[in-house]
């Protein structure tokens, strides 16, 4: 078992990850009923695509000897009314480590090889940006 999601009440719920014991707890948005006083289940996909990027692009850099310490993605989920579901994801990723181009479109490539990207539906549209400091 990877997890146990528990309904609160209020449109929200406790999602506690069995290994580590971590809890995340999520509501509904406030254009869909609910208090949007915690990420959305939505909000979390979209946020799982970044921390799944960035979390390969760091393996790929260890392999490289690269840091990548302070690299932040900036996230933006927009959804579809009909049927109600993730139109596109944008991430903007600000990212540290390296100034040598062949390192940097290794690791661009890394990202886009995430195990979430290649399971998200193929009409979600992904909009990934890479600025490098």
């Known amino acids: 078992m990877t997890s146990k999601v528990s309904y609160l009440g209020d449109l929200r719920t406790s999602s506690i990850h069995i290994q580590s014991g ?3 707890i999520s509501d509904a948005p406030v254009d869909n009923k609910g208090k949007g006083e915690a990420f959305s289940p ?4 979209a946020n799982a695509l970044a921390s799944c ?13 690269i840091d990548m310490k302070g ?5 933006t989920k927009v959804m579809n009314a009909d049927p109600r ?3 596109s994801i944008k991430i903007d990723f600000s990212l540290v480590g390296t100034s040598d181009q062949k390192q940097r ?3 661009e490539r ?3 090889t995430c195990p979430v990207f290649l399971s998200l539906h193929p009409e979600i ?6 600025s490098w400091n």
Request: charged share 20%; proline share 0%.
């Open 22 to 24: 971590t809890e995340i």
């Open 71 to 75: 690299t932040v993605a900036e996230v």
């Open 85 to 87: 579901r993730i139109g």
């Open 110 to 112: 890394a990202a886009m």
């Open 53 to 65: 990027m960035i979390t390969i692009m760091g393996i790929k850099a260890a392999d490289l000897a």
């Open 125 to 130: 549209e992904k909009d990934i940006t890479f």
């Open 42 to 45: 939505t909000d979390l996909v």
């Open 105 to 107: 479109t290794l690791l």
